[in-house]
């Protein structure tokens, strides 16, 4: 039987939860980063203030996933810090939760959605491409605050 998952706004409290999830994902792929330091510690301040949204999957009380949209511009938000849990992974909830982003951040007005990732997470890029993500080309690609970051893409509504 499959857990009975919630996709929801952020709330108080879940800082530590979104911040535990991603750097579950990051250390293990790659190393923190010193703009992921900020954004995890204080995500109020760096994601929420200026315009952007967290969406937390929860099984219960337990965070299971997240999922940001940080504004850049009017009309584009970047998808960032998805991330399931890796005792909830293979079982749809990475497709649910960016669904329901893309889904929120059309709501929100967005005219795109831009995001960066690495070519080392081929099932994220796998995802993002049936989502509609395309790569942008070389010269679209904007500078990254992340030394990861080597796939640049974009969903255009």
């Not at 954004?39 to 940001?68: K, N, S, W």
Request: proline content about 6%.
């Amino acid at each position: 039987m499959k857990p009975v998952v919630e996709i929801r706004p952020y709330r108080a409290g879940d800082g530590v939860a979104f911040r535990e999830l991603n750097e579950a994902w990051i250390g293990k792929n790659f190393g923190i980063e010193d703009k992921d330091r900020s954004t995890l510690g204080d995500p109020e301040r760096y994601i929420l203030q200026p315009g952007g949204h967290i969406f937390m999957a929860t099984v219960g009380d337990e965070a299971v996933g997240c999922c940001a949209l940080l504004w850049m511009r009017p009309g584009v938000f970047e998808v960032a810090k998805m991330t399931v849990a890796e005792a909830y992974r293979g079982q749809g909830l990475g497709r649910k939760l960016l669904a329901y982003t893309i889904a929120q951040g059309k709501a929100l007005g967005a005219q795109s959605l831009y995001l960066e990732t690495n070519n080392k997470l081929g099932d994220a890029i796998h995802l993002y491409e049936v989502l509609g993500f395309r790569h942008l080309p070389p010269e679209r690609v904007l500078p990254s605050p992340y030394q990861r970051a080597n796939v640049f893409m974009e969903l255009v509504f």
